[in-house]
Each structure stands twice: as C-alpha cells, then as structure tokens.
C-alpha cells in the first residue's frame, strides 16, 4: 500500500482489493467446477454448462484435429488445463500405457509405459485392459488398470509420484470402474469373482485410508447346484459417485446385485438396496435432490428409483419404483428436468418421468451403444459403436436433430473443453469444434 494513501483510501483500496479476490475466487471456481476432470464430467453426470458446441462434423468437417492413439483402450478422455489424457494397452494386456494429447493442436506430448504385466488376466474381447477412466485434479493424473496398477502421476512432467500394484482382484472379465476423488481420497470400486470392495487411499501418498467388504455375497452355482467362486453374479464395472443428501454426503458404490451407501470418509456402509434382478452392473448413479437411479445390470436388468437414507437393508422401504422395459447395461443415464434419458444398448432411446418411472416415450435409433450420453442446452448426444452420434432433444416428445459420423465407432464416453467435444473412437481421439 503506498503510504501516502489517506484512511479514506485504504478503506477504498480494502474493500476493492476483497471484491477483487472474491470475483477471482468465484471465476477461479467456476472454471474449476467445468473442467471435464473425470468420467462424465464436472458432476459425473454427463451434463455440460458449455457455451456452445457443434451439432455437425464428420471426417471432412468441423474437425479441428485427429490424432490416432496406439493399442487398444476404451478410457474415456479426461482434461487437465491444456492436456487430454487417455489410457492404452496392448491387445495382450501386458504393456499398459497412459498418454497426454495437446488439447490446442492434437499433439501427443507424453506417451508412457506405466506397467508391464508378465502373465495378464483374462479379459473379454469385448473389454479392454484399459477400460478405466483417468481422473484428475489441478497437478496430478490418477490413473488405473484395476488390479494390474494403479499410479499418481505428475501432470506437469508425467513423473510417477506413486503406484500400486498390490490389490487383489480377479477381474474375471476385465477392468472397467473408473476411480473418482473425494477431498484428499482416491475411491475406487473392486469387484471380482475373488474379492469385492471398495477401496480409499490416500492421494498423496497411495497409502489405503479404508477398505470396506462388500456386505452380501451372490455366486454362481456349479452343474450340481452348488456355489462356486468365479462368476459374473459376484462382477462389477460401476464407477462410485459422492452425492449430499440432506447435508450428508453419501458415497453411491454399485456392486453386483446391490446398491450401498456409505460414508466416503471412514467407509462405513450406511444402508444399501440388494436386487436380485441383473448382475455386472456397469452404469454410474444418477442423481436428483432427493433421489437415485441406477440400472441392476445385465440378463434381464432393471432400472431402479431409490430414496436415499435409512440403515441396512433398505429395499422394501425406500425403492420408489422399477422400471423393465429397454433399460440399458452399460450406457448411464441423463436427468434433466424431472425426466430421466437413457439409451439401451440395442440402439432404444427411451424418456422416463423421474417420479413415477412410467415412459413418456420410447423409440428406437439404430446402432449399438456403451459409451454414455452427453447433455448440453436440451440436447442429448448419443454416441453409437458403429461411429454414429445421434442428437435428440431433451424433451416430452421425441425427435432428431442431428446425425453426425465419423470412421470409427466409439467405446469412451465424451469430454468437453471450452466449445469443443473431444471423441474418442476405438482407433483415434479427435476434437470436434465449430470452425
């Protein structure tokens, strides 16, 4: 302060200086709260505040750039300031790789091996050994393989800061959770044909801060009718989410066959809905104010409404409603006004009222789908395996707006940077923008 400065003008000059700090704290927040950080995005629910973003490309148009990724992964893009990072392996399984894309120009500006596997699981064709989605905060990568590694990466210079290789799973049919951050916690779901749980560890350092068993137990019976270990019964892809409900905050963990709430915290399981109906539930929850949707899995899955809150078993009490009819197995869902928007992964788009679970509309689009939708200004894009992305309004009647294709079909979910989609397809990430 220059000390010339009458008292009149250091009160002046205090309070500008506090609003000065206050705006840059809020713009600072704002920017925070939209970086595409992790799978699905700012909330994890697939939903963009974004100005504005294409609604036509193909391979001729409206392609800012293209950048073939090496191997084979289904990760979704996340973005940490100005870099794109996604994850790649092997078709064997045994080199797993994280790499760092230019978001300016497509240019790989790191490409590294972080594991080398000498004997990997099986995973299902279908599957990759790099399923998982990274996640990110203002410094560091997260990235994992499931049981294979998981590492810390500085995101900066891509120096390892810390990995694990030590948690036990037999992913029976591959990896596919993605981790999320909670505070100072990397949270992670494991669930195998050996063990299922759920797992914190501390950021910084790696270390375990809790690890909770999962409470009930299904398994596949043998041809005798006796239960035996392996199996899909006791198989999870589901990413977790940390949602407050009443001022609580609740970590949402999808195992096979049930949904927990638990104390993100400590790890302590608060209650928890068990469905017999589906297994290998793959979907991320999707919430509203007061409640949770999820989708029980694949063979016959439902698609569930729960109320959080109670203690133990809460099925009987707070499941508001089911809903059979064309729910999806791998695609999450959108909420958007009351509505909830889904497509199965057999190419049908249905709308739900959120509060009864009966179907506004349901209609079929074509293709085949596991990446999960993207919401932005009333529109919903979906992006199919065939390499297809379909928009359709966010609305109580069902209609197209948009038809878009590009070479190569898509696995990974989308990400958003500024005014730009960046798709990745099975063999290239691409940044889709207006010119």
């Not at 990446?371 to 928009?391: C, D, M, Q, R, V």
Request: proline residues 5%; aromatic residues 10%; contains cysteine.
């Amino acid at each position: 302060m220059n000390p010339s400065m009458k008292p009149g003008d250091c009160l002046k000059f205090s309070l500008c200086y506090c609003l000065l700090i206050w705006v840059t704290s809020v713009f600072s927040d704002r920017l925070t709260a939209e970086s595409w950080n992790q799978f699905r995005g700012p909330t994890g629910q697939g939903i963009t505040s974004a100005k504005s973003l294409p609604t036509q490309w193909n391979e001729q148009h409206n392609v800012a750039w293209k950048t073939p990724i090496h191997d084979r992964g289904w990760s979704s893009p996340v973005i940490q300031k100005d870099k794109v990072w996604v994850t790649t392996a092997s078709e064997d399984g045994k080199n797993l790789f994280a790499i760092a894309i230019d978001a300016s120009s497509g240019a790989i500006l790191m490409d590294q091996q972080l594991f080398t596997i000498d004997a990997p699981q099986f995973a299902h064709k279908f599957n990759s050994y790099a399923s998982p989605t990274p996640v990110v905060d203002n410094r560091h990568v997260f990235i994992t393989f499931g049981s294979p590694g998981t590492a810390c990466l500085d995101g900066e210079t891509g120096k390892v800061i810390w990995e694990r290789d030590d948690i036990e799973c037999n992913h029976f049919r591959g990896a596919g959770s993605s981790p999320i951050l909670y505070n100072n916690l990397l949270i992670m779901n494991f669930d195998g044909s050996d063990h299922q749980f759920t797992i914190a560890l501390d950021k910084a350092t790696g270390e375990t801060r809790w690890r909770t068993q999962r409470s009930i137990d299904y398994m596949d019976l043998d041809a005798n009718g006796k239960p035996e270990a392996d199996g899909d019964w006791r198989k999870g892809f589901s990413t977790p989410h940390v949602a407050v409900f009443n001022g609580i905050p609740t970590l949402l963990s999808i195992g096979s066959k049930a949904l927990y709430g638990y104390n993100p915290i400590t790890g302590n399981e608060l209650w928890r809905t068990e469905s017999r109906i589906g297994h290998s539930a793959s979907t991320r929850p999707t919430v509203s104010n007061d409640s949770i949707y999820y989708c029980t899995g694949f063979s016959k899955g439902e698609l569930w409404a729960v109320q959080p809150g109670g203690k133990g078993n809460v099925t009987d009490t707070h499941v508001s409603w089911r809903l059979k009819r064309s729910v999806p197995n791998k695609p999450s869902l959108i909420f958007n006004d009351d509505k909830i928007y889904m497509i199965h992964d057999g190419g049908v788009a249905s709308c739900i009222d959120a509060h009864s679970g009966n179907p506004i509309w349901q209609e079929r689009v074509g293709g085949n789908y596991s990446a999960s939708p993207l919401l932005w200004n009333n529109l919903i894009y979906l992006f199919s395996e065939e390499g297809k992305t379909t928009i359709i309004k966010a609305s109580e009647t069902f209609e197209i707006v948009g038809i878009n294709e590009l070479g190569s079909g898509f696995m990974a979910s989308p990400a958003v940077i500024d005014q730009a989609l960046i798709l990745r397809s099975k063999t290239h990430l691409y940044r889709i923008q207006d010119k």
